[in-house]
Nanobody
Framework: QVQLVESGGGLVQAGGSLRLSCAAS????????MGWFRQAPGKEREFVAA????????YYADSVKGRFTISRDNAKNTVYLQMNSLKPEDTAVYYCAAGAGGSASGAYAYWGQGTQVTVSS
């Protein structure tokens, strides 16, 4: 089994920054990529960013490109999401996931419990 624990969410003003962390434990060799998804109230879960665990290739949703940066620390089995220039529309519960990779949530077998990010205008 794989356990994913997110941290770093909170309340921030528009234009501010937050850094999310996701620490993985358990069968940490059983995935090829880790990603971040988010879900706002009344909306479907959407892809934010992903990173290949081996080569480090990154992928971003157009809505966050240039503002968010995903990175990983292989030694700590941890993935990060640095979020800059935050906008009120970034408000959502952010979920960490591990799996095959890509932008489809179905490709990820393991999920964290989520962390709330609220951006005030």
């Amino acid at each position: 089994q794989v356990q994913l624990v997110e941290s770093g969410g909170g309340l921030v003003q528009a234009g501010g920054s937050l850094r999310l962390s996701c620490a993985a434990s358990g069968r940490t060799f059983s995935w090829q990529a880790m990603g971040w998804f988010r879900q706002a109230p009344g909306k479907e879960r959407e892809f934010v960013a992903a990173i290949r665990w081996g080569g480090g290739t990154t992928y971003y949703a157009d809505s966050v490109k240039g503002r968010f940066t995903i990175s990983r620390d292989n030694a700590k089995n941890t993935v990060y999401l640095q979020m800059n220039s935050l906008k009120p529309e970034d408000t959502a519960v952010y979920y960490c996931a591990a799996g095959a990779g890509g932008s489809a949530s179905g490709a990820y077998a393991y999920w964290g419990q989520g962390t709330q990010v609220t951006v005030s205008s």
